[in-house]
């Protein structure tokens, strides 16, 4: 193929070669020939003759645009003119007839003032009485509070004696408790821990058992009698029962008896030993001197808790607040509202006040004040009405004057000014003037419509552009021409057309030797098909118990997918709707779940077969989305009722929810 490919590619480029040589004596032909008619028009004067034709025009146009903008100035200057005489003379004649008006207006709201004025002292007058009255409301009403606030004032020092005499009294019981917390505490403090109490229980056991050996180990000697003589390791003994634990030496006058005890018993009395050095050792890191004097002071330990939380209780009701003497609550707030009272109790004597007789009186001395104050807004109302009914009089009569006063000046200003007196000669004469400037005007804009500079110079331009591109074509055109001559000069004698037909042959040579390989191709292809078929069939014998009970997990995962395994029981494709995906085409985290489904058909497969079964999954469904790691879990722990699931994994958020045994495994690398 790759012959034939080459072959091809140099026979068509040989063609292309033949064909590019045809197409350039073809260019080469009719660029000579659109060269003969561009030198054609470049030889016709027709547009250098109309291009000086549109110059001499553009000149013509440039003047009436000037005579234009002459006449056009002289118009509005004369109309300038025109308009300010005139504007003039309709500000006076406007000012003249505001201040006539304006005094009219003047001697009307002067009249109408005149007759609101004693309505308006009228209510200035009751505003005075009312603000007296006003004024001593208040000073009664104040005379008032003063009073039920010293009442109140007294009232409340009373009640402050009251609950100081109250808190210095629960701060003596306070102080009396918190001497028995104190006792308490320490006693609670002797208390043995459950640990040290086990190990002395455990000693004592220990004692016990080891005293029980060596009574059981030991040899027992009995005398009776008299025992004067005799001597047991050189010392005298009595008459009673004696237990030998070592070698000992019984003198009866000139004889000696010598007892060996059993071996063991040397033993069970160094373990005795060693056990009451060791329960001793514990008594005496706790200063005790037996396990009841322990137990004892355990009890006492446990009655102080007890009587502990009683006294605290009995702190917390002893200790409330009181808002009286702002005391808060706790026996903290209680001591330290104790400091900074120092001696500091002094109350006034006598009786307590009239709290309710001083209140009412307040009551009526705000009803008088409100009475007064009624009053007083009454009288500010009549008044604000009476001026509120002046203000506009007083508005109209400043604004008639200040009116009367702005036309005289306007008056007075437009008289003052030199041209007045004979504004209405000069009026008429600017008036003639503008008109004649119109006729002008009008006349050079007629002429200068007759001579558009802009349509000429466009003229103008379009036709150097015209004699422009003609040259640039022509320039071109040779251009191109000469290239087209060097191509054909140098392609013409390489014998493109021989090349062309070796080219042909050597591709025609080509594409027989690829059929024939096609041909042995197709006959391996046929081979390999009937040795898959044969594979597969062997293979499904296995593979079909996998894939039947991996089907079912599978349909919850992906539904309506099949699985194909190849030869040596390895996962090799997805069947979805009739499509086949290579396992390494489907995304990591679809692998990885195919991977433990297919874990769990062989662990199935095993399981009904009698087989005991172990699945180990290390760290699996890293790749998993949420929805499809929910429903992983879901299918491990089905799977776990059957058969034991063994998940080593470092992310134990993504399995906390899972019911099952865990073990933390740290420092393991």
Do not use: W
């Amino acid at each position: 193929m790759e012959r034939v490919e080459i072959a091809e590619t140099a026979a068509r480029e040989a063609a292309e070669r033949a064909a590019g040589l045809e197409k350039t004596f073809s260019e080469l032909e009719t660029a000579r020939a659109r060269l003969k008619v561009v030198q054609r028009e470049i030889a016709d004067d027709t547009d250098v003759q109309a291009r000086k034709e549109f110059v001499a025009s553009l000149e013509v146009a440039r003047a009436a645009a000037q005579i234009l903008a002459t006449r056009r100035a002289e118009h509005e200057a004369v109309s300038a003119k025109a308009r300010e005489l005139a504007d003039l003379a309709e500000r006076h004649h406007i000012a003249t007839e505001a201040r006539d008006n304006a005094g009219h207006a003047l001697e009307q709201a002067q009249m109408r003032r005149a007759g609101h004025s004693e309505g308006l002292a009228g209510a200035k007058l009751r505003l005075v009485d009312a603000r007296g009255a006003l004024d001593s409301a208040r000073t009664a009403r104040l005379d008032a509070r003063s009073a039920l606030s010293a009442g109140e004032d007294r009232a409340r020092a009373m009640r402050r004696k009251t609950g100081i005499a109250a808190a210095r009294k629960r701060h003596a019981e306070l102080i009396e408790l918190e001497r028995l917390q104190v006792e308490a505490k320490a006693l609670v403090a002797t208390l043995i821990s459950t640990k040290a109490i086990a190990l002395l229980e455990a000693n004592e056991r220990a004692v016990a058992e080891a005293r029980a050996l060596r009574r059981a180990g030991a040899t027992r000697i009995a005398l009776s009698g008299v025992s004067d003589g005799i001597l047991i390791n050189g010392e005298p003994v009595s008459v009673g029962e004696r237990t030998l634990t070592g070698e000992t030496h019984i003198r009866m006058g000139n004889a000696e008896l010598v007892v060996f005890p059993p071996a063991g018993a040397a033993s069970a009395e160094e373990a005795l030993s060693s056990a009451l050095k060791r329960q001793q050792s514990a008594l005496d890191d706790l200063a005790l001197t037996d396990l009841a004097e322990a137990r004892a002071r355990n009890d006492t330990a446990r009655d102080a808790a007890s009587e502990l939380r009683t006294i605290a209780a009995r702190i917390e009701a002893s200790t409330p607040a009181d808002e009286h003497v702002g005391l808060a609550a706790g026996a903290a707030a209680l001591k330290l509202f104790i400091v900074e009272l120092g001696h500091d109790s002094v109350a006034p004597e006598g009786d307590a006040p009239n709290i309710a007789a001083l209140s009412k009186a307040m009551e009526s001395a705000d009803s008088a004040l409100a009475r007064a104050e009624g009053a007083h807004d009454s009288a500010v109302d009549a008044l604000r009405r009476a001026e509120e009914e002046d203000a506009p009089l007083a508005t109209a009569e400043a604004r008639a004057g200040s009116d009367l006063a702005n036309a005289k000046a306007q008056i007075d200003t437009m008289e003052s000014r030199p041209d007045f007196t004979s504004l209405a000669a000069d009026l008429l004469r600017a008036r003639e003037q503008s008109a004649a400037a119109a006729v002008k005007l009008e006349a050079a804009t007629r002429d200068a419509a007759a001579h558009d500079t802009a349509v000429i110079t466009r003229k103008i331009e379009t036709t150097d552009a015209r004699i422009r591109a003609a040259g640039d074509t022509r320039t071109k055109l040779e251009m191109e021409i000469a290239r087209l001559e060097g191509t054909a000069e140098s392609e013409g004698g390489k014998g493109l057309a021989d090349r062309e037909a070796a080219a042909h042959e050597e591709a025609e040579a080509a594409r027989a030797a690829l059929q024939r390989i096609v041909d042995e191709a197709t006959s391996l292809k046929l081979l390999r098909e009937i040795l898959d078929e044969a594979r597969d069939e062997t293979s499904a014998k296995f593979v079909g118990p996998v894939a039947k009970r991996a089907k079912r997990h599978i349909e919850r995962l992906l539904p309506g997918c099949d699985l194909s395994f190849s030869e040596d029981l390895t996962l090799e494709a997805v069947v979805r709707g009739g499509i086949s995906e290579g396992c390494g085409d489907l995304s990591r985290g679809t692998q990885e779940q195919l991977s433990v489904l297919t874990r769990i058909a062989f662990a199935d497969m095993l399981l009904e077969q009698g087989q005991p079964v172990s699945l180990i999954l290390d760290d699996p469904l890293v790749y998993a989305d949420d929805a499809r790691l929910d429903m992983m879990v879901e299918i491990l722990s089905e799977a776990a009722e059957r058969m034991q699931v063994i998940l080593l994994t470092c992310r134990d958020r993504a399995f906390r929810h899972v019911q099952a045994t865990r073990l933390s495994l740290t420092g393991v690398v």
